[in-house]
Nanobody, 124 residues
């Protein structure tokens, strides 16, 4: 599985951005996908999760009510719609994937495939 993230940029506080993660590879229909983010000097942290097959989702508390993760079968793409952005959302955002298991995981090391990251900067 290969992941190509894009869509980052500079936005004012209160604004919106949509990140995209194009997925390629022989088979990924039984994979889970997630968005993580990493701010300078901080650990990479989980933001949102989606199971490709069912579309079921899970969010970090910091993302609930503001971020929406989705996937488009026709475009082989996972999205992260981010609204009401805050300066604290400034980070490099990474998409990640792993073969689905029975549980949802927020743990970085549980994901086997990573995109290159896209920078989101939110100005106050």
């Amino acid at each position: 599985v290969q992941l190509q993230a894009s869509g980052g940029g500079l936005v004012q506080a209160g604004g919106s951005l949509r990140l995209s993660c194009v997925v390629t590879g022989r088979t990924f229909g039984s994979n889970d996908f997630a968005w993580f983010r990493q701010s300078p000097g901080k650990e990479r942290e989980f933001a949102a999760y989606i199971r490709w097959s069912s579309g079921s989702t899970f969010y970090a508390d910091s993302a609930k009510g503001r971020f929406t993760i989705s996937r488009d079968h026709a475009k082989n793409t996972v999205y992260l719609q981010m609204n009401s952005l805050k300066p604290g959302d400034t980070a490099v955002y990474y998409c990640a994937s792993r073969a689905s298991t029975w549980d949802v995981t927020e743990t970085v090391s549980d994901y086997d495939y990573w995109g290159q990251g896209t920078l989101v900067t939110v100005s106050s």
